[in-house]
DNA sequence: AGGAATTTGTGCGTATGTATC
DNA sequence: AGATACATACGCACAAATTCC
């Protein structure tokens, strides 16, 4: 660390050493990818392009799309292009014994853990929001909307409101949901989630929020925007979950 | 099938269409180790002349070489030579090939993907504070601390503070630190991170957050804890990070 | 059917950076 | 400090497979 003769400032910037280039690329592409900016089995531009368009010679965009063929990620066919490759294994229906019912839900008390369980605030029948993306293949123009108070161990930690295609059902009863959402898909509805997707992002508690939810609305809190798929690929369930972090924490493990 | 205007005769003996060079001299070496005329930690002549020897250029050659310590037969090491690998096999994740080296940073750009980069704010020496759980083993009373202002694609969307134990290197400067540093851990420090668990709640910029980053001191944003632990299972690294939720999000997909 | 255009695969040569000895 | 050797990167030429007209 230089000592410096001038009086002490804001603290300097250093550009820490960067990765090869063909390095960047293919991490680049393969955010993209994961990101979904490309669908599966889409073709990518031609090498010509990319190295134009990624500001790299061929060769080194030729490496970054080698490197993510033998990962996987990408199927080079000579003669005809580099396409993406889908996640092509999608898991048969969920056996009971095979997966954790409250596998998709990420909240957790500060000590661990928790069991989830949830009151029902108001279920509607509205039409869809044009704001919501491309909901259940287009089937039906309208969707339930679901509010409820979500507890972990009888302490409400969060409030939730959830978006889901209205075609597998013409009406329904606040009494015919599930507590377990998910498992209702599964066993009422007639699909499951095989994939969800979540934004963290810091949001307001909605005005609807009920008085036993501690955080007042109005009030700064983290804010979770979940799409969720079924094993089709078809987006069927769009959320907003509100938390309150002074309880409970959005938990995530990777390995 | 074309017919020859000569009378019938012996079949004509066609020579196969050979296989590309590369591969005959992946091959060639792979026959040669196999058959003994390498020992094993032997160092191959160098790349310039086994490109004399083989009558190949030196490019083919390195993609031979390279087949090869992808397969685990050979090992590579940057100014000291290609060495032949004996049986034992206790190689690392193998950087390139195994995985995505951001494959754990979690944040993305509203439009999806982005490449992640980074400037470093300060590097320091530390006792481990006494907040932060059990660190490397305990080995060492010191740990580093590390501030870095984080882009995608060229803006600023985080600030973040790592903590990882000082057991590895006595001393380490700026110029030491890679961009990546998981894979500064993997290459330098000898241990990779295998397991992280993230923990999200609504913090507060810290007030050393440089004059960059968009979001003022104070102010409340999305805030990351993680834990990162090494393939051992020792916890190495613990680290926050302040998230402006303005121009990228916490991203988390499951499946 | 055929031929042109496109796109990836293979191979060559070179220059420069960086780690090792 | 200098030499050696691998790593990265650029650019070009041609081959082979595919696609399209």
Same mark, same amino acid.
């Given at each position: 660390?230089?000592?410096?003769? *001038?009086?002490?400032?804001?603290?300097?910037?250093?550009?820490?050493?960067?990765?090869?280039?063909?390095?960047?690329?293919?991490?680049?592409?393969?955010?993209? #990818?994961?990101?979904?900016?490309?669908?599966?089995?889409?073709?990518?531009?031609?090498?010509?392009?990319?190295?134009?368009?990624? /500001?790299?010679?061929?060769?080194?965009?030729?490496?970054?799309?080698?490197?993510?063929?033998?990962?996987?990620?990408?199927?080079?066919?000579?003669?005809?292009?580099?396409?993406?490759?889908?996640?092509?294994?999608?898991?048969?229906?969920?056996?009971?014994?095979?997966? /954790? #019912?409250?596998?998709?839900?990420?909240?957790?008390?500060?000590?661990?853990?928790?069991?989830?369980?949830?009151?029902? #605030?108001?279920?509607?029948?509205?039409?869809?929001?044009?704001?919501?993306?491309?909901?259940?293949?287009?089937?039906?123009?309208?969707?339930?909307?679901?509010?409820?108070?979500?507890?972990? /161990?009888?302490?409400?930690?969060?409030?939730?409101?959830?978006?889901?295609?209205?075609?597998?059902?013409?009406?329904?009863?606040?009494?015919?949901?599930?507590?377990?959402?998910?498992?209702?898909?599964?066993?009422?509805?007639?699909?499951? #989630?095989?994939?969800?997707?979540?934004?963290?992002?810091?949001?307001?508690?909605?005005?609807?929020?009920?008085? *036993?939810?501690?955080?007042?609305?109005?009030?700064?809190?983290?804010?979770?925007?979940?799409?969720?798929?079924?094993?089709?690929?078809?987006?069927?369930?769009?959320? /907003?979950?509100?938390?309150?972090?002074?309880?409970?924490?959005?938990?995530?493990?990777?390995?």
């Amino acid at each position: 660390m230089p000592i410096s003769s *001038q009086p002490s400032m804001a603290p300097q910037l250093t550009p820490a050493k960067p990765l090869p280039l063909f390095l960047r690329l293919a991490e680049l592409l393969a955010r993209g #990818i994961a990101a979904g900016h490309y669908q599966a089995g889409e073709r990518l531009a031609p090498e010509s392009e990319l190295s134009l368009s990624l /500001n790299a010679s061929v060769g080194t965009v030729r490496k970054a799309l080698a490197l993510l063929e033998s990962r996987g990620l990408l199927e080079r066919k000579q003669g005809s292009g580099t396409y993406v490759r889908g996640r092509e294994q999608d898991s048969p229906p969920s056996q009971t014994a095979s997966r /954790n #019912i409250y596998e998709f839900f990420r909240l957790e008390l500060e000590s661990g853990g928790g069991l989830p369980s949830a009151l029902l #605030i108001d279920l509607k029948k509205v039409r869809k929001p044009a704001a919501v993306p491309t909901f259940g293949g287009g089937a039906s123009p309208f969707c339930y909307r679901l509010r409820r108070l979500r507890f972990l /161990n009888e302490t409400p930690v969060a409030v939730e409101e959830i978006w889901f295609d209205a075609r597998h059902r013409e009406h329904l009863r606040i009494e015919d949901l599930d507590e377990a959402l998910y498992h209702f898909y599964e066993t009422e509805l007639g699909f499951w #989630i095989s994939r969800a997707e979540d934004r963290l992002k810091v949001g307001r508690v909605p005005d609807w929020s009920p008085a *036993q939810f501690q955080l007042a609305p109005g009030q700064a809190c983290c804010k979770i925007e979940r799409k969720a798929w079924s094993s089709g690929g078809t987006l069927e369930e769009f959320s /907003n979950t509100w938390v309150d972090t002074r309880l409970a924490h959005y938990v995530a493990r990777w390995s």
